[in-house]
């Protein structure tokens, strides 16, 4: 039996490098792939929060919280009125950063697999680029279940599979859309699979350009340039059948 894999970006880029991708006014670390995947899932969380008409406070998980950004952001997006944000994370170094940031919320450090939480807990859950780092997704997907309420939105993110091995050497497991879709139907209504992040600009985010003798990542800026004027590329839905995506996002109802 393979080990979990060990995060380990947060020490190798500061335990706050996540915020560092937000930040527009960080030229050289601002990330407009990234920011897209916050503001996708804001736009995702937002829509299910604006129909709820509960009159008691809204509970809301973040698995694997990191730094807490996605909390953060939404948080900016929502306030604290008549919402609970919640978050978990293995990273103390991260959990501190989030406590900073987010004092109102309540974050403790669990794994996926063991949050501690009682049963038919959470009104919302969602976990960000997440399940393709756990050796055992099952276990991660059946505990969310045991901790949403009845009816409870999931809303889960992760990179779309396009390489027989993962794309990335800290993921255990890389999902193809159906692969995702028919785990999370086992526990969850499915509501919809959302794909985002163009491969096209994905490619040519990651290109470097040789400019009078200098490599310069041209695209990665000149896309960074139309995320600052309001128009993120990597948002962009699907025009034809023919495009392919590197993001996708499943949306479900505890059954």
Known sequence: ???EIQFEKYKKRGANYHYRQIDKWNFHEFNSFVQARYEKHIQLISKYFNSNNTKEPLKILDVGCGEGVLLYLLAKKLG???IEYYGIDLS????EIAKKKLPFATFSQAGAYTTKFDDNFFDIVISSDVIEHVNFPKKMIQEIYRISKEGAIVILGTPIRCTEKPADIMH???FFQEELKNLM????????????HNLFYFLRYNTISKIIGKSIPFF?????????IGSNPFLRERQNKGEL????FFIGRKK
């Open 1 to 3: 039996m393979k080990k």
């Open 80 to 82: 604290q009125k008549r």
């Open 172 to 174: 255990y497991h890389e």
């Open 245 to 248: 995506f590197t993001y996708m």
């Open 92 to 95: 103390k170094e991260a959990l």
């Open 185 to 196: 139907s086992k526990y969850f209504l499915p509501l919809a699979l959302i794909e985002s």
């Open 220 to 228: 990665k800026y000149w896309i960074n340039l139309q995320t600052y």
